[in-house]
């Protein structure tokens, strides 16, 4: 092979016949597939810049709403001889009234309030209440069995209005939308216009749609994605603790003190496979080995971080072991030169050259566990679950939560329209924990990272 | 090693919580689809107005949840099982197996199927009929049994629009389906007469020729729905010739995309589901593990809560999200006051 160039080097081609700067037919029809071929480059790319912009812009459309919400002012009067009929503040009496026993109250706040605003309408007080969410009952009863000394006083209130009115004033229910509504009536929405203009009702930025609990189908507007915000963390969490350790000391094995036969072989194949199993694949073994045979709790974190531990060991391994293999060699053969053991060598050379290129690929690893669904689908993930924030570590892992996609999942699913703009909400959210965790992976290698 | 170390402690904080979190503190509930708004309606209330935690509610269907249920007894199973539709003898045999003995019916309520099409379509009045002659496999044409011929809704019913037919029925996993074939399609197959030319070419056998006056069409002018509403409703908004197969909450809180059809001349309401004028529509229920009552808490009064007069009554939030709520709700709490077992046993 090597001495072919110089013999055909010796044949002289053809002369050139021409102007060298004139091109032939030959070089032409070269240059002008490499023009297409550019042009098709350039085209991919658009088409790809477009996806994003087109999906980017439709979240962002769609999903900003939710951040917003709708809330009425009003001035409840806590009569006392409805909170705390015997009157001694025992709040074990107090407590017996059910988030029922506070309509009365809420029907006469509104109307209250439109007779102050002087609005004539024949509205019922029931229905006026009806503008306000069903949740207003449960903030009222809360504040009162905290403040019991506040019963017999007015108190001045934001509750939430009913996600209607919120639709209404985002322009996502019209009045001829609502023609075949139950749910809301064009008097209804007349007195909404009244109170948007006397002030009282307006949209702010709604903190709870990050902080709160998951709501019931009746109660769109009260519904936030904190709790299973709070369930991927310790997803997250189990995932971290156990995939990292074990994934790292895994791949130092195979990569550093491993022989190099065939048992080794097939285990690096079945761990290359493992990394392409559909994760749907890692739920029911989650299911059967985790629930079935080990009777973990159903819906708990800890399950789903196991499931999603399994998921992301193959991920951590293969980038542990490019990490590892780009360190060269003459740093393994100086540590061994001047009498380190192997394991020193390693500890103290290799494993802090390969770090950033692990803290990569772990980072990127949990990302990706981290927008995962199908296997949480199956260990009773999806659901009304997400509604009880937990206090301890312990019931953190254990009682039962959700995730984040798995209640984006959930909402998206739900009847009412309202429910949709959360689950493009929650999209956001989602998009900028795994954006932020992805740029914390960019930056650690582009600091960190050698190049040898 | 730092990270030996840092290994070592996080698995010994996992282990440790793992044990002291062994006792169950909120009530777990799985089952239909359809009930789960409702269940989740009172699970909320509940929260807010006990000192119990909100219990969980999940959903995957009628039988995947009565199938969790009857897996045995114990903190890993499940308390409470939504149904849209009765539990079957098999099922109650499976759960007596594996320890199951004593099980609660709850009725709750009752809940309407509803046809539904795009808001700016054709209107439509449909019969079990029509939907029998659209949808069914084989239908019987001049005396012979052929493959459904039909493509538009006019060759069905001449009072129909020439749309062609596309109909979206809920998939089998779904205990809607199930109300749609007896109520709906079987109801056509016999009302037009072809049941018995399938049972005479079936040799007398009424089981089969059931089963064959169900059997869906699968030349694509029938789609199975596995998953929920949302998703036949998304195929509506696509397909705007399409007409879908809807709970009556779900139509309800959608009213400004979808157009209700009438069924033999009744539109369907609450008001007309619980009088019983409109034909399609199915009981509710709930079964509660009795052995688990005690142990679990809040179990009991979670039961109670769900029936009680202020949440499943006619001006209940149940009834304003869609449930028909059942006239005899005085029997069911009844039952639950007295957890009577089904079977009448105990």
Known sequence: ?452 | MSLTKLTTSALAIAALSATTAAARDQVQVAGSSTVLPYASIVAEAFGENFDFPTPVVESGGSSAGLKRFCEGVGENTIDVANASRKIKDSEVAVCAENGVTDIIEVRIGYDGIVFASDINGNTFEFTPVDWYRAVSDKVVVDGALVDNPYTTWDQVNPAFPAQPIQAYVPGTKHGTREVFEDKVILAGCEETGDFEVIKAAMGDDKKAAEKACIALRTDGKSVDIDGDYTETLARIDSNKDGIGVFGLAFYENNTDKLQVATMSGIVPSTESIATGEYPVSRPLYFYVKKAHIGVIPGLKEYAEFFVADEIAGPDGPLAEYGLVSDPELADTQGVVADEAVLGGGS
């Not at chain 1, 407590?95 to 109250?105: D, Q």
């Not at chain 1, 075949?180 to 109170?195: F, G």
């Not at chain 1, 002030?199 to 609990?213: C, W």
């Not at chain 1, 959210?429 to 795994?434: A, K, Q």
Request: cysteine-free; hydrophobic content about 50%; aromatic content about 6%.
């Open chain 1, 1 to 452: 092979m090597t001495d072919m160039p110089i013999e055909n080097a010796g044949a002289a081609p053809a002369p050139r016949k021409g102007s060298l700067l004139e091109q032939d037919a030959r070089t032409r029809k070269r240059n002008r597939a490499e023009a297409r071929f550019k042009a098709y480059g350039i085209l991919a790319i658009a088409m790809g810049l477009l996806m994003l912009v087109i999906l980017l812009t439709t979240i962002v459309g769609r999903g900003t709403g939710a951040f917003q919400q709708t809330f009425l002012t009003v001035e409840v009067e806590l009569l006392e001889e409805k909170l705390d009929k015997k009157g001694n503040r025992d709040l074990a009496d107090i407590k017996k009234v059910s988030t029922f026993g506070y309509a009365p109250l809420m029907r006469a706040a509104l109307e209250a309030k439109v007779a102050e605003i002087g609005f004539e309408t024949d509205l019922k007080s029931k229905e006026m209440a009806a503008l306000l969410s069903k949740s207003a009952a449960a903030d009222l009863r809360n504040f009162v069995l905290e403040n019991p000394d506040m019963i017999g006083e007015t108190v001045e209130f934001k509750f939430l209005a009913q996600s209607r009115v919120d639709g209404y004033l985002k322009e996502r229910v019209t009045r001829a939308s609502i023609a075949n509504d139950k749910n809301i009536s064009a008097a209804q929405l007349d007195l909404v216009d009244a109170l948007v203009a006397e002030g009282s009702l307006q949209k702010q930025f709604n903190l709870a749609f990050i902080t709160g609990a998951d709501a019931s189908d009746q109660r769109p507007e009260a519904a936030g994605m904190g709790v299973s915000m709070i369930g991927s963390l310790f997803m997250m969490l189990v995932v971290l603790v156990l995939a990292l350790p074990i994934g790292v000391a895994a791949s130092i094995y195979l990569e550093e003190f491993a022989p190099k036969n065939w048992i080794t072989d097939i285990i690096e194949v079945n761990i290359a496979n493992l990394a392409a199993v559909p994760s749907i694949v890692f739920g029911i073994l989650g299911l059967a080995v985790f629930i079935n045979y080990m009777h973990l709790p159903n819906s708990a974190p800890l399950v789903g971080g196991l499931v999603l531990t399994l998921m992301t060991l193959p991920t951590i391994i293969i980038s542990t072991r490019a990490s590892l293999k780009a360190v060269p060699p003459s740093i393994r053969d100086a540590a061994l030169g001047v009498g380190a053991s192997k394991m020193q060598s390693v500890f103290h050379h290799v494993l802090p050259l390969a770090a950033p290129g692990i803290l990569t690929g772990t980072i990127i690893g949990l990302a990706q566990a981290l927008g995962e669904t199908a296997p949480l689908l199956l260990i009773g993930m999806v659901g009304f679950i997400a509604s009880n924030a937990p206090e301890t570590i312990g019931e953190g892992l254990m009682s039962p939560n959700s995730a984040m996609p798995a209640q984006i999942y959930e909402w998206a699913k739900r009847a009412d329209p309202a429910f949709y703009e959360r689950a493009w909400g929650g999209i956001i959210i989602l998009l900028v924990f795994l954006i932020t965790m992805n740029a914390i992976a960019v930056m650690l290698r582009r600091r960190f990272e050698r190049r040898w």
